[in-house]
């Protein structure tokens, strides 16, 4: 894909997710995990949803994780994704609990099972812009 000009939006890192971005750009994983009861969440947020606690770190995962949910998009919404669409989108379930939406790569549409293992690989789409999607473990 880096062969070409990659001319679907990019996500813009705000205060919450920057170290998530700056991760995937170093092909890391990156969530953030609370210092009080050590449980991860994403997307970024202030506090602990389990504890309330506002102590946190930034903790690499292990990038693996099974597939939640994913379903087939066939309408073209942006005109970007035409030449892509139907493509999947999908939920992923990390090991380390949190869910992350994505695309599962490497895996026709038919081979697509929920609670399949997937693991992240990091697309490099632009300088400065890595998208984290999955394929089949
Ligand atoms: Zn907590």
Redesign the pocket.
Known sequence: MADQEYTRPIPVADEASQEFFDGANEEKLMLQK?S????HRLPGRER?L????TESEWAQASGKGKLYTYGIMHQKYHPAFADVTPYNYAIVELDEGPRIVTNIVNCDPEDLKTDMPVEAVFDHVSDGATLIRFRPA
Do not use: I
């Open positions: 609370c009080q009861c050590g449980t602990c389990d504890c309330w606690s």
